[in-house]
């Protein structure tokens, strides 16, 4: 079975400027949530997905958002990038959000210069 | 505002020897995940403990949950160098939608 896949891997930005990333669950599952991780927030909670529907969102600005499409890849988009947004942006799925182990993807690398 | 703590930041290690990374949080939590994340890449899970008193072990590896204290265990016996890497606890509540709060991490590393 596939594990999590996300794309791109790697991405330079510039400030000022969108972008939008991709994430893919495991076959089958329904629950999607991202999390960034930086040297001095550490892994933050951004946003969770279920059946294309928000389920809880983290404290984030409302430059950062997030979809998920009816065969459960998700999508998540930050707009006016700022130096700060560099991060490793995690992506995780589950079967059901009830369900207890979340399995991460391999990460997007986002750069802002 | 639920918190995870996490000591020590870092941990240098000796091979052989046995060690202990505790994690306390600060409200009552549904399961508490332990993680393993090796440098530039991403977060493997490790354990899963649902419940008081629950003890998980793989390896060299044996987590444990204590309610009642707000605290989990991860140790270490006989420590080799395919475990350097950065452990974090991490916990949930379920009616806050299954966000996971993290913990800000273990860097182990082990030494010959």
């Known amino acids: 079975k596939a594990g999590v896949t996300q794309t791109p891997r790697y991405l330079i930005k510039t400030r000022g400027q969108q972008v939008t990333l991709s994430c893919s669950p495991i076959?089958?599952?329904?629950?999607v949530s991202w999390y960034q991780q930086t040297p001095g927030q550490g892994l933050q909670f951004l946003f969770e997905?279920?059946?294309?529907?928000?389920?809880n969102k983290g404290n984030f600005p409302g430059r950062f958002s997030g979809r998920q499409f009816s065969n459960s890849r998700s999508e998540m988009n930050v707009s006016t990038l700022e130096l700060g947004d560099s991060a490793l942006y995690l992506c995780?799925?589950?079967?059901?959000?009830?369900?207890?182990?979340?399995?991460f993807g391999p990460g997007t690398r986002l750069l802002v210069l | 505002e639920l918190k995870v703590e996490q000591n020590p930041l870092f941990l240098s290690m000796q091979e052989g020897k046995n060690y202990t990374i505790y994690c306390n949080y600060s409200?009552?939590?549904?399961?508490l995940y332990w993680y393993r994340q090796d440098p530039g890449k991403s977060l493997e899970s490790l354990f899963v403990?649902?419940?008081?008193?629950a003890v998980k072990q793989e390896g060299r590896l044996m987590a444990s949950l204590d309610t009642k204290a707000r605290l989990s265990t991860l140790h270490i016996t006989a420590a080799v160098h395919d475990l350097s890497a950065t452990y974090f606890c991490?916990?949930?509540?379920?009616?806050?939608?299954?966000?996971?709060?993290f913990g800000g991490g273990t860097r182990v590393l082990v030494k010959p």
């Open positions: 409200t009552t939590s549904d399961r």
């Open positions: 995780a799925s589950k079967g059901h959000p009830a369900q207890e182990t979340q399995y």
């Open positions: 991490a916990v949930d509540i379920k009616a806050a939608g299954n966000k996971l709060t």
């Open positions: 997905y279920f059946s294309e529907t928000q389920r």
């Open positions: 403990l649902l419940s008081n008193g």
């Open positions: 076959s089958g599952h329904r629950s």
